[in-house]
């Protein structure tokens, strides 16, 4: 594995480690893992969230973003008012989360964990792995 893949499945095992209480499934529309938490833990998410991933794009900043974070974006339907698009990584491989509330009334908010770039089966089965997102 090389440094970039290291850095960011260290981040990842932190970040999952530390994820509330809720469990994760496999989104296999994104190939990413996904869990679901309510607005009361909104300020734990955010800290943990924040503390894997380095850089942060909404709305109004993604169309300055990296390239492949660009495509992340175009391959996951857009950054719409109030989700955000999360990275770590760099050019040619990246992890990324996506912030994205729902519900009636925004009572939900969807994490999705997924890699970029130049990912390998055998990345995207560690990531399954490491979420307990198996299926």
């Known amino acids: 594995m090389n440094a970039t893949l290291t850095d960011i499945f260290a981040a990842l095992k932190t970040f999952r480690a ?7 499934s496999w989104d296999r529309r994104f190939e ?5 938490f309510d607005l009361s ?25 990296p390239e492949l974070v660009g495509e992340v974006a175009r391959f996951t339907e ?12 760099d ?3 990246l992890a ?8 009636g009334e925004v009572t939900n908010i969807s994490m999705r964990i ?6 390998r089966g055998e990345h995207v089965f560690e ?9």
Do not use: H, N
């Open 78 to 89: 857009g950054v719409r008012k109030d989700q955000r698009l999360y990275a770590r990584g």
């Open 41 to 65: 833990e909104v300020a734990e998410a955010e800290r943990l969230v924040e503390a894997a991933f380095p850089f942060q794009y909404r709305e109004r900043t993604i169309a300055r973003a």
């Open 91 to 93: 050019e040619s491989i």
């Open 114 to 119: 997924g890699l970029a770039g130049d990912v």
């Open 96 to 103: 990324y989360g996506l912030w994205w509330p729902w519900g």
């Open 18 to 24: 530390d994820w509330m209480a809720r469990g994760w």
């Open 127 to 135: 990531l399954q792995k490491l979420f307990g997102a198996l299926d």
């Open 32 to 36: 990413c893992a996904a869990s679901t």
